[in-house]
């Protein structure tokens, strides 16, 4: 489950707006704390427990996630492919690349797909980290989404690394973030290999499934190419995609 984050890959890019987005962050972000949490309160009931399921519960339903974007080179591809096939899927972003790249997030959201809060960072030792940390991480990703695409629901939270506590869902659930597992782990962020990603696929989905790859984080040509042949056969089998719930 341990992820090397440090390889993460800074791909050169021209950022878009980052000062007005700080600015405002600077300006905001913590202050409207309560504010956020009451109206998500009022609009919704989340729970804290993690969700690793689609929201069809019954029928042959998949839902693909993709974590560590966006990226300017891979993020693309992925829509790309998505749209071909004519599918949603879930993207759970990291602050510090949605600054970076905010007009991705907004082709992510325009192009139909949700939104997952996956921390400003990465950081795999959130569990032991103070309230404030926590609160910074996973509120500030948030904040820095609700800046790029101002009155989209930013659904989900994912744990970096899967290292959840009950304190960190419990704190993710206040803020409306509904915790997002997984039941199907590819590991291609480790390149093991089309094939191996396709096989993951192969022997641990079961209907109602939630598929985790990486569109961001290194390289992900391997995520790209296995993404490809995995849609395509799981259409064949009669698979529909849909969202976690
Ligand atoms: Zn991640």
């Given at each position: 489950m341990v992820k090397d984050f440090s390889k993460f890959e800074q791909v050169k890019s021209q950022p878009e707006n980052i000062s007005s987005i700080n600015q405002k962050l600077s300006s905001e972000a913590y202050r409207t704390d309560s504010k956020l949490v009451s109206k998500n309160n009022q609009q919704k009931t989340v729970s804290n427990a993690i969700q690793d399921h689609?929201?069809?519960?019954?029928?042959?339903w998949v839902a693909l996630t993709f974590d560590d974007g966006p990226s300017p080179v891979y993020t693309p591809k992925v829509l790309a492919i998505l749209h071909k096939f004519n599918i949603k899927a879930t993207f759970c972003i990291i602050g510090e690349e949605a600054k970076r790249f905010p007009y991705l997030v907004k082709d992510i959201v325009s192009s139909g797909n949700k939104l997952c809060d996956h921390t400003m960072?990465?950081?795999?030792?959130l569990p032991s980290k103070s309230d404030k940390v926590i609160k910074e991480e996973i509120l500030g990703d948030k904040h820095v989404l609700e800046q790029i695409v101002?009155?989209?629901?930013?659904?989900y939270y994912r744990a970096p690394g899967g290292a959840w506590s009950p304190r960190v869902r419990e704190q993710a659930a206040s803020w409306g973030l509904e915790p997002l597992g997984w039941s199907?782990?590819?590991?291609d962020w480790a390149r093991p290999g089309v094939t191996s990603i396709l096989n993951a696929v192969k022997t641990?989905?079961?209907?109602?499934g939630v598929i985790l790859m990486h569109d961001g984080g290194g390289n992900r040509d391997q995520s790209i190419s296995a993404l490809k042949q995995i849609i395509p056969n799981l259409q064949k089998q009669g698979y529909k995609f849909d969202f976690p719930g």
């Open positions: 689609t929201e069809h519960k019954t029928g042959k960072t990465h950081d795999e030792r101002p009155n989209t629901p930013i659904d199907v782990d590819t590991r641990e989905l079961r209907p109602g």
